[in-house]
């Protein structure tokens, strides 16, 4: 069995003794005294058999071992944050010592290990809610674009010092710093960097938002380079501290309590020299959430210091499926990059590995770097946007990089041919067309058998019609404020959560007929004929106009604002109606011959069914 097979084997020994954030404890204190035993400074005071020679005094040789390395100026502080030796019983720990030494012996990958053991045990949760480890993949990703060479390099968000120790390996001449939350995690981050040689490296313990631990006076210290992988949705116990910053670092605008990632993102940019360069991965949400979020966005748009946006696949981190996205920030734009953004999907750039795990290949990401170091557009891949046509501050690469093909439900594989689309006339339907959001049922609101209002659910509409007979019916307080919900004859209504965008037509005035939150009401205008425009928008062109401005992690949604901005064809009414009335007749026609076939189709079937003699045998009920 190999060495690495082995170790595995030891770590699964002690699954019913330890949990995983203790098993990784014990295994990076084993993992250290390994690498001191053989260090060539420190292979004289450090001897691992020295700890494993009394074993009813392994745990007080181990501590004493450990006071030693704590004199290490890089291991200072760090071993009473480690608590797996007042869990582990002597004679299991003096096994596991036995075993690893004998496993691990004259190793040179006990960082290696260590990473390999913490990412197959899970992501590594600390006491101060540090949740949150960067995959190697993202590691990689952000150093191949940063590509630092010399200078300060700076994590706010260190984690397990995945980042520190990924910036080393790309430049030894960097000097790393470093803060981690959680003093657990940040104890095992040192030990990390330690185990990778890196002794030099700069890490402190503390709140990054409200006790930034590296200050000049009023304000933080900056570094040449920032890389931030903030936990994703990070909501803030209070923005009142942010509000009254001492070190001035939320000059684009204070962040809400739900905006955790935009406070992340200010403190990144503060810590960021005059002509430095920084990175900050985020989830969909945060690019493109409205209110104070969009405020903030464009803020920092009108600052031109954005250079890139990289849309990267969904399930690249262990504990989400979320797809996240990097914000390349660069204070020092050349010329000829000033004014405008590069936006990049990268989202299908992605390599499988066993149990479904994704990461970046080295070719993706040299093709993303590559992309982002020429500035160079490729269709469906890479486009420039001008600052001052960015919407809402809206920085979601999908929103300016539209694929020209894409499956569509109902319709297959879809291409779309923008300049043959170009030269149709359109108007927006905003100007023909009136618009009233669906009623949010909560639990107060009881389905009943005998309730006063039905409510439609995207249940209720299948291929294209209303089926009034599974509408729910719902007890609802308050009916004063149901008005507005309320269905007319000719109202079309639109879907706006989920892959698949359906509609239907309200045929007849239904009494307390109300539209669910899943919907969007359309109330059409003198210009624009009912039929004309389910049609239309349940063509190819508009549901690949309308899936292509999804937006969402959990479920896709259509926003008001997306639906009333679709360009739709510009006819006189007249033409509309001529157009609706001859598809309805043909329709007709189909449907027609369509049950025909169906009745020829029972008869063969009853012909074949005589021949084998069981013609008698059975009888349809229905």
């Known amino acids: 069995m190999s060495n690495e097979k082995s170790l595995w084997t030891l770590l699964d020994n002690v699954r019913d003794i330890l949990i995983p954030e203790d098993t990784i404890e014990l295994l990076a204190i084993s993992s250290l005294l390994g690498y001191l035993d053989q260090h060539p400074v420190y292979s004289e005071s450090f001897n691992f058999k020295s700890v494993l020679k009394d074993s009813s005094k392994v745990k007080m040789n181990l501590r004493s071992m450990l006071e030693k390395a704590e004199e290490i100026p890089a291991l200072k502080g760090v071993f009473p944050e480690l608590k797996v030796l007042g869990k582990i019983k002597s004679a299991e720990l003096s096994k596991f010592l036995y075993d690893f030494s004998s496993i691990t012996n004259n190793s040179t990958h006990y960082g290696e290990w260590l990473d390999q053991a913490q990412q197959s045990l899970g992501h590594f949760r600390g006491r101060g809610g540090a949740e949150h480890t960067s995959p190697k993949t993202i590691n990689k990703i952000a150093l191949s674009m940063l590509d630092p060479r010399n200078g300060s390099f700076y994590d706010g968000v260190a984690g397990l010092g995945g980042g520190l120790v990924e910036a080393k390996k790309h430049s030894d001449a960097l000097k790393v710093y470093g803060q981690e939350i959680d003093p657990r995690t940040c104890a095992l981050s040192k030990i990390r960097m330690f185990l990778y040689g890196i002794e030099d490296a700069d890490l402190r313990q503390g709140n990054v938002l409200t006790a930034p631990a590296f200050v000049e006076g009023n304000h933080v210290q900056q570094f040449d380079f920032v ?78 210091i954005i250079e890139a946006v990289v849309s990267l696949p969904a399930r690249l981190y262990e504990n989400t499926v979320l797809p996240v996205n990097i914000i390349y920030f660069n204070r020092e734009k050349s010329p000829n990059r000033r004014g405008k953004i590069l936006f990049v999907n990268a989202a299908d750039n992605f390599t499988e590995e066993q149990r479904q795990k994704r990461v970046l290949s080295y070719d993706a990401i040299q093709q993303i770097t590559e992309t982002v170091k020429s500035g160079q557009e490729k269709k469906d891949f890479s486009k420039w946007i001008l600052n001052e046509d960015i919407k809402d501050g809206n ?155 999804l937006s969402g992690t959990t479920v896709p949604t259509l926003s008001r604002k997306d639906i009333k901005e679709l360009e739709i064809p510009y006819l006189p009414l007249s033409e509309q109606q001529a157009a609706v009335e001859a598809f309805k007749s043909k329709t007709t026609l189909i449907e027609l011959k369509l049950e025909e076939l169906q009745q020829e189709l029972k008869k063969a079937k009853s012909h074949v069914y005589e021949q084998m003699g069981i013609g008698e045998a059975f009888e349809l009920t229905d």
């Open 395 to 549: 920085l979601l690469p999908s929103r300016y990089l539209v694929a020209s093909e894409m499956y569509i439900a109902g319709h297959g594989h879809v291409k779309i041919f923008q300049d043959k689309l170009n030269n149709v006339k359109t108007a927006a339907l905003k100007e023909k067309a009136d618009f009233f959001t669906g009623f949010n049922v909560v639990s107060k609101n009881k389905e009943s058998a005998e309730g006063k209002y039905r409510i439609i659910k995207i249940s209720d509409v299948q291929d294209g019609k209303l089926l009034l007979d599974t509408i729910s019916r719902y007890d609802i307080e308050n009916n004063a404020r149901v008005e507005k919900y309320k269905l007319e004859k000719g109202d079309v209504i639109l879907s706006i959560r989920g892959q698949a965008l359906k509609t239907a037509i309200i045929l007849e005035d239904e009494e307390n007929l109300l539209l669910s939150q899943n919907f969007i009401g359309i109330r059409c205008g003198k210009q624009l004929h009912p039929e004309f425009l389910k049609t239309y928008l349940e063509s190819p062109v508009a549901q690949f106009l309308l899936a292509s401005k």
């Open 227 to 304: 890389f931030m992988d903030a936990p994703f949705g990070a909501l803030l116990q209070t923005n009142e501290a942010l509000a009254n910053d001492p070190y001035q670092r939320f000059v684009y605008g204070v962040p809400s309590k739900r905006s955790g990632d935009l406070a992340f993102i200010s403190h990144a940019l503060a810590s960021l020299k005059e002509k430095g360069k920084g990175i900050v991965v985020v989830i969909d949400g945060t690019l493109y959430r409205g209110g104070a979020d969009a405020a903030i966005r464009k803020n920092i748009i009108s600052s031109d």
